[in-house]
């Protein structure tokens, strides 16, 4: 029997990259007739640099994230997906897009954007997708070309 995928999640963010991986996650779902869940992850690290943090910021992002994720969900299921859901979290994007979101919604595969991060970068921060490869207990693909299999033109090297 093929390998099918009942249930999809794909990390949005707004980002070229989270575009990318929504519209490849948008096919895999349709193709397997899986439930698509839409995840974000707001992370609170970067309030805690805020000393006159008082709520705001935060409602402001969970606000943005809700909107996105619904501008998605809408597009999902126009182009044909029935079984689409949100979820929004806070705290560490790794730990939750790797083992959180995925083990409470018996997700089988996790699609993401590949973000664009230079050597020093991944040496501080690391890699979200690095993460989540290393340590999901399900399939990962980490997106990096369009639909067509084609990188983004303004990736192009040519």
Sequence with gaps: ML???KK?????DGSAEAELAFKKAVN????NNGELLLAHVIDTRAFQTV????GMLAEQATEMAKQTLADYEKSAKEAGLEKVSTVVE???PKPIIAKEIPDDNDI???L???TGLNAVERLFIGSVSEYVIRNANCDVLVVRTD????LPKDDDKE
């Design 3 to 5: 390998q099918q995928y």
């Design 8 to 12: 999809i999640m794909v990390a949005v």
């Design 28 to 31: 895999v779902a349709k193709r």
């Design 51 to 54: 000393s006159s943090f008082d």
């Design 90 to 92: 806070y705290g560490s």
């Design 108 to 110: 089988d595969l996790i």
């Design 112 to 114: 993401l954007g590949a």
């Design 147 to 150: 639909l067509e299999n084609q």
